[in-house]
């Protein structure tokens, strides 16, 4: 079976975006008055939550475990109002130029569809996100290079849960051993490899230290990667699953 489509995740695998989610989630905090502040190594240990709202309601619970039940409206509106500063806070620094997408990432989506590979996202980070990257790193008409984009609007069930890949693949309309994914984080990788997908995998300064051992690579980056050596690779992988 012949590679067709390329599958990426966006935070962290298509840019390095943590530390300026991080930055974003601290300015939101920091605006409501609340005195918290996730540093590195807290927010290295929150990453392994996935979701925005969802580390905010972990670290909320955290601080204080005696909340309430009758308190959750309001604990939902505040983690909603939090998320929305983050999330404008977060939009303002890709506006001004804060990122760019990791190295090699931007030759490979435009190698891709001359080698007559589609390409698809495949995230539970939110639409606006999303837009905010890459009409920043690929141009307005960034959502023409992808067939399909399934994202938290489309797949609420977060990674490592594989709802995310499998409806990628089913809108498609191709099988997962025709498909290559990119991950950065052991959460990711969990989703696709839960879809059937053989996963590329690129970690960051937040992630390096997860388990990587059913990916079918980890690089240091997409730099100077290939189709014709991506295909390669596939089709070790088929060659692997053949294997009694």
């Known amino acids: 079976m012949r590679l067709s489509a390329l599958i990426f995740d966006v935070d962290g695998t298509l840019a390095d975006t943590e530390e300026l989610h991080r930055q974003a989630f601290n300015e939101a905090f920091a605006e409501e008055g609340l005195g918290w502040d996730w540093g590195p190594a807290l927010y290295t240990e929150l990453l392994q939550i996935s979701g925005g709202r969802e580390r905010i309601r972990a ?7 005696d909340l309430r039940a009758l308190d959750a409206l309001a604990l939902d509106a505040t983690i909603d109002r939090l998320h929305e500063l983050k999330t404008a806070a977060y939009e ?12 090699g990432v931007q030759a490979l989506i435009e190698a891709a569809p001359a080698a007559g590979l589609r390409l698809a996202i495949a995230t539970t980070t939110s639409p606006v996100n999303i837009g905010a990257l890459l009409r920043r790193t690929l141009g307005p008409d960034w959502s023409y290079r ?21 409806q990628t693949l089913a809108r498609l309309g191709m099988d997962a051993r025709a498909c290559l994914a990119f991950e950065d984080s052991g959460n990711g990788l969990a989703a696709a490899r839960g879809a059937g997908l053989a ?5 960051t300064a937040f992630t390096a230290h997860h388990d990587f051992a059913s990916a ?8 100077g990667l290939t189709p014709e050596r991506l295909r390669e690779w596939h089709a070790e992988s088929l060659t692997c699953l053949e294997l009694p």
């Open 216 to 223: 079918l690579r980890v690089c240091e980056s997409l730099q």
């Open 146 to 166: 992808f067939a399909v984009v399934e994202d938290a609007s489309t797949a609420p069930l977060k990674k490592p849960h594989p709802q995310v890949y499998r």
């Open 199 to 203: 996963t590329v995998i690129t970690p």
């Open 59 to 65: 670290f909320r619970q955290r601080m204080q475990p």
């Open 92 to 103: 303002r620094r890709v506006a001004a130029g804060a990122l760019q997408l990791r190295p």
